[in-house]
């Protein structure tokens, strides 16, 4: 009976000792592996909190294409392309960093509509890993503004018999609109 219980006590000290290893596995941080998903950043308006990415705003440029401008953590952050999520389907916004500005890049695409409520996803170029996503409305798109054309004055006489002098009147100028650059004023709120 004594080889019994010694094997019995055995078999019971592994289990235990398997138990405590395999619990404290479970508490250790876990090293990021090759293929292996984090989990995406959350993705909204930048704000004061200073999480990033983060989208500064919404444009139109003078072709009537999207720009989302997107403050980034810095240039080591991964070439990404945005996926817009719809109510008619998907859209895919290419994206660049901007040179002049390490934290900053934009991207470009079809025209939404704001005050619906989209889902946006930053994916990574090499794997197709999602970095970010968020889901919110566009509150507002800036428009490229056109070229402000001044009236100039001209004198023409009045037909007027009590006043014999020359009043002034407008002549509307037709200006062509002209775009901004591909990318925005740089500061944002």
């Known amino acids: 009976m004594k080889p019994n219980r010694s094997i019995a006590g055995m078999v019971l000290l592994a289990g235990l000792t398997f138990l405590v290893f395999s619990t404290l596995n479970q508490w250790r941080p876990k090293q990021p592996q090759i293929n292996h998903r984090l989990p995406a950043s959350a993705l909204a308006y930048c704000s004061s909190n200073d999480v990033r990415p983060c989208i500064v705003s919404f444009d139109l440029d003078s072709d009537g294409n999207m720009l989302v ?16 999520i719809h109510s008619k389907g998907e859209s895919i916004y290419e994206c660049q960093k901007v040179e002049m500005f390490q934290d900053r890049a934009y991207c470009i695409g079809e025209d939404m509509h704001p005050g619906e409520a989209l889902q946006y996803m930053i994916v990574s170029r090499e794997g197709d890993s999602l970095l970010a996503e968020g889901n919110f409305a566009i509150v507002g798109l800036a428009l490229a503004a056109p070229e402000i054309a001044l009236p100039t004055p001209t004198n023409q006489p009045t037909a007027s018999p009590t006043q014999g002098s020359f009043i002034k009147t407008p002549t509307p100028i037709r200006g062509t609109p002209t775009s901004r650059p591909p990318y925005p004023n740089p500061s944002y709120p």
Not at 69 to 84: A, C, E, K
């Open 69 to 84: 401008n997107i403050l980034i953590p810095g240039p080591s952050f991964p070439d990404f392309y945005l996926r817009i």
